[in-house]
């Protein structure tokens, strides 16, 4: 096994650990409604140290591939996406370092961990976007990746975020809390997102994997 293959095969298998993690929590935690609440709640409270290990593996996912795909020659379009994806794998590192303060935390009163969850947010998800884009393409001109439906998976993870953005601007500070409106659905898309970029790491990682030598 070549150093590429084990690191697309350690992404693998990370992502396997985040989601099963992920699927995890929705046992341990039923008192956090998978489509009312954004999956940083989880971190809250007893069991949050489940909900790091969740960001921990996404980002060691996203580390690993960016090592594996280093194999492929790159144009700078391809260096950008890469160094996008590593800046994702810090992002999300934070994420698992400083979870959230609770919903409705007065902004005078938002602690340390909180702000660098918000940092951590505005990292990693901009960085996520662009790294599944610019590597998609890229890799399409390789016969390993050609097949593999990593275009439609960027546009799931794009439209996912969307829609969590349409929400929030709908429900957002000042808005009048309604438990019947938009808020009811915000939780799935931001599953969705995270679960959708998983599996284009997986995807991505996986013909790397399967090389022998």
Not at 6 to 12: F, G, K
Not at 35 to 63: D, E, K, P
Not at 160 to 187: H, R, T, Y
Request: aromatic share 10%; glycine share 8%.
């Amino acid at each position: 096994m070549t150093y590429f293959s084990a690191a697309a095969s350690a992404a693998i298998a990370a992502v396997v650990l985040a989601l099963i993690a992920l699927a995890a929590l929705h046992f341990l935690k039923p008192e956090v409604s998978p489509s009312r609440h954004m999956i940083s709640q989880y971190a809250l409270g007893r069991h949050g140290w489940v909900m790091a290990l969740f960001f921990g593996a996404f980002a060691a996912a996203s580390a690993c591939l960016s090592g594996a795909l280093i194999v492929y020659e790159q144009a700078l379009s391809d260096r950008i996406g890469l160094a996008f994806l590593l800046a994702a794998a810090v992002g999300l590192a934070m994420a698992a370092r400083f979870p959230m303060d609770p919903v409705g935390t007065p902004r005078d009163r938002v602690s340390f961990s909180g702000k660098m969850h918000g940092i951590a947010f505005l990292i990693g998800v901009p960085c996520q976007l662009l790294a599944v884009l610019l590597l998609s393409l890229a890799l399409r001109s390789q016969a390993s990746h050609a097949s593999l439906p990593l275009l439609t998976l960027t546009l799931v993870v794009w439209l996912s975020l969307v829609v969590v953005i349409a929400v929030m601007l709908m429900v957002g500070p000042g808005k009048p809390s309604n438990p019947d409106g938009p808020e009811k659905f915000l939780g799935w898309p931001n599953r969705l997102f995270m679960i959708s970029y998983g599996v284009w790491l997986v995807l991505a990682a996986w013909p790397i994997a399967s090389w022998q030598g």
